[in-house]
């Protein structure tokens, strides 16, 4: 059946159809949703669990292994990762990557009821397990409420007050308040006044949790009603804590504030502290609905701020809203960019057919651009495509495609027409001839892609939408350029004068025919010139630069640091307070926002926080926009500065990624039992890292060993006295730390209560012997010096990592001012090197393991598309040696890769291999048409040498305008970061290919034929 020939019988209906397109086109732009980044499923789950009281090794060998021996006999499970720390245990759960996206949710629920169903395995102390699943949440506003003249307390009820309001904006679906110090209701007590009176601090807090709990006392019936039995609580206040009775041993009876003095106070050790330039401040992150549109989002926030701040006025005067991270203004900026570089790649588009193919040719093709790119967007709509950098990018990458099939009609029609038939005749002919084949080039091209778009790990998901807007735009493309072009051409083209001469016959063609005939008459000197400029672009290819995935182009980096672990995180705090001085005194920087104790919330999907660290602390440093150019430079001085002045601080900064990070590019995982064993490796990896001059930020996750205070019980005296172990940990805890003995509520804020000794006693470890323990077998108090004999001083490992239930240390490094790959290429021979006892291994993590999971998976696919593509190429033809002819020049596109990867440094990375996959598609759909239009000419009488000329010469402006419009529409993405790299491989690419599609092609066919030179 004849598509054109159905749009000639029916052309109101194609007029209709066109005019809703562009119609619905236009409204179903404007509601797209808007994202910076394509969405992706964050496989991943984290498991805490406290076990307080417990040494690292003992919180691996009593929570973290049988945990994790439950959790891996879930046969979704990709790996398990865990950390065992000072009575806490962290297990990272990730899931395989082939798990659909949908059933994540379900895997979550699983994951829980094997973590609920091993809590009888654990031991007393431990506490209940928490699994986090929104560990994936992207919080892409983030805002520093900050008052030098307000309290913690002042600024966090400001704060849930803004969370109540914004949580209400349309488009919101979590906000939540990061550095926040968490109060406490102090009772302090003095240790020697209780001794006096023989109470003790438990009795004290046996007596405050009476009171203060939430008692049932049921109901009663009175008359036909029941009414509820509800009795008085002593403790409504803060205040009547202090009323309470407290009983001592000889029966007298005093109040609870002649004991102890009772106070709001803050925690003794936050779990972070955010500050922004300089003061301290609490977070307010705001994470939008997946199915929204966060610049609309943006948008709402704006004015619901404004409203807050100014109108209603109750943002206290003094006290301000700094915006550390604005998403929506990101994605606007991105979103409008792409547009231009879309526009731009549209009118070149344009101006390059009407220099070579006329006006009239130029506006039909363009219009029909248009309406395939519109249609594109109806169908973005419910297959859930947002506006983002991916899925614009993907129309830039295929518009020359788009062309194609539009420039093979018109073309076809004017050569009809010019040679007598009329437009309608001349039409139907050429969508008649080419309709196929141009079918099957079209899905080809569109599978070319189909292995990136159907790959399960998280880079196929980052991609998917490139593989989706192609395949909805090339089938559109094929559908309008078989219906709607040949009525617009035979309704607009013109048909040439009688006495106009053959189109073909200019010095042009002539020229073209003549290089033709002799690279086929000299074929074997053609062919050994192609291949060996194939095999000196394959050796070049080892010269060109490898990365895995860009970094972002953003006014902000990080720089993260890493003091030496056991110091207290006001500490931290204190020290980076100090660097920060050195980072904010270089005049390319406009401010700088710290986190301590935990990374910044994930503010964009590709940023993976760091996990809590009381040594751990980053930097959000705020660039001059006409000083981003300068990043790298200014990245090189300040980790300059930092390091020659805190000599034991590991600083690095770096750029956020484009693509799926976490911890260091390099990773070296040392597997094996014993933790000495693993110590000694690790010295002699680091060794070899910081040994080389490309890598900085060399740092290991077990940390520095700690030291640790044990207070060695006498067992005789213990038990003389009645006095057991964890009555000496009970009572050290109160008299240091503080003990939490209840939880006070005020209205949906619950603040424990925390019995400790005065600040004084607090600060002195050296007290620890006059710590106050009662003896029940005395009946008084005695200090912990008579069951104690003496406090003995360990080193130990506060942090055990885990890889897959062994013992492993992670050591990560990361790349200063190159790609990663070039110092793991030096470094790998050495870490495999080491003389491994039997039992360890070395295995290798970051940005290697990434890119290998992503070829691997999509390497896995690759066969399947090729497959395909082969067939559709064999059905096209029924022939072997055509596709064969196809296909044999396909790898011959390297030759353009490697000059364009050498001339421009672009790496070759992930984002560069789907260039390669996009250039094998349109190589192999050119010489489809080529070799098509070959047996077109043989069977309309030509001889073989004659039909191989004169389809060269009919596809020769098809094919060039083909390529000179992909080429050209593609310059836009030049300045662009992430598709840099694959915008050189298809433009220096697709010029070699072209090159081969009008000669080598045509050579290779006559060799393999075996055509001789007279067939003519």
Known sequence: MNLATTSFRNPVLIWTLTALTLLGGYFSFNGLGKLEDPPFTIKTALVYTAYPGATAAEVEEEVTEPLEMAIQQMDTIWRLRSLSKKGLSVITVDFKKTTPAPDMQQTFDELRRKVGDTRKNLPPGAGASLVNDDFGDVYGVNLALHGNDYTMRELYQVAKDLQRELVLVHDVAKVQIIGAHPEVIGVTYDPARLAELDISPQHIAQVIQDENLVADAGSVMVGPERLILRPTTVVESVEDLGQLLIQSDSGNQIRLRDLAVIERDYAEAPASITRTNGDRCIVIGVAGLESGNVSNMGRALTKRLDQYVEQEGRLPLGMSLTPITFQPNDIDFAINGFL???????????????????????????????????????????????????????????????????IVVIDGVRTGMSRGQSPEQAATSIVGQTQIPLLGATVIAILAFAAIGTSPDSTGEICRSLFQVVLISLSLSWVFAVTLTPLLGARFLKPPAADAKDPYDNAFYRNYRKLLLFAIRMRALTIAAVVAMFLLSAYGFGFARVSFFPEAT??????????????????TDRRLEEIREFVVANERVEGAHTFVGQGAPRFMLTYTPEKPYACYGMFMVDVLPESVPQIGELIGELEQAITSEFTDVVAFGRLFQ???????????????PDANVLRELETEAIAILRADPQLKGVRSDWMNRVKSLRPVLSPERATLAGVTHQDVARAMQGGFLGR???????????????????????????????????????????????????????????????????????????????????PF????????????PAGYRVEWGGEYEGQQDAIKYLTALLPVMLA????????????????LVIW??????????????????APFGFVALLGALALTGMLIKNAIVLIDQIGIEEKEGAKRMSAILNAGTNRLIPVCM?????VLGMLPLFSDVFFQALAVVIVFGLLVATVLTLVFVPVLYAAVYRIGNDEL
């Open 340 to 406: 231009l570089n879309l526009l731009a790649a549209i009118v070149i588009v344009i101006l390059v057919l009407m220099v070579f193919m006329g006006l009239r040719s130029a506006l039909i093709i363009g219009f029909v651009l248009l309406v395939t790119i519109l249609g594109t967007f109806i169908f973005m709509a419910p297959w859930g495509i947002a506006l983002q950098r991916i899925s614009l990018g993907a129309l830039i990458i295929a518009l020359g495609m788009l062309v194609d099939n539009a």
């Open 554 to 571: 953003r006014t902000q980096f990080s720089v993260e640091m890493w003091l030496p672990q056991g110091l207290d995180i006001e500490e």
């Open 658 to 672: 484009m693509g799926p990070s976490e911890g260091g590019k390099i990773q070296a995982r040392i597997i094996g």
């Open 740 to 822: 939490q003995i209840g939880v006070y509520r005020e209205g949906d804020d619950l603040w424990p209560i925390e019995m400790r000794a005065p600040e004084a006693w607090r600060r002195e470890p050296g007290r620890i012997m006059d710590l106050p323990i009662m003896s029940p077998t005395a009946g008084q108090m005695v200090p912990m010096g008579q069951v104690v004999d003496h406090i003995e001083t360990v080193v130990e490992d506060d942090l055990i990592g885990r890889y897959d239930r062994e013992r492993c240390i992670t050591i990560h490094a990361d790349p200063d001012a190159t790609e990663a790959s070039v």
């Open 825 to 836: 290429a030096r470094i790998r021979p050495e870490i495999e090197g080491m003389a491994l």
């Open 868 to 883: 395909l593509m082969v067939v559709i190429v064999i059905a096209l033809f029924n022939s072997i040696r055509k596709p």
């Open 888 to 905: 044999a020049t396909v790898p011959l596109a390297l030759i353009g890769i490697t000059s364009g990867l050498l001339i421009t440094g």
């Open 962 to 966: 083909a390529a000179a419009t992909t």
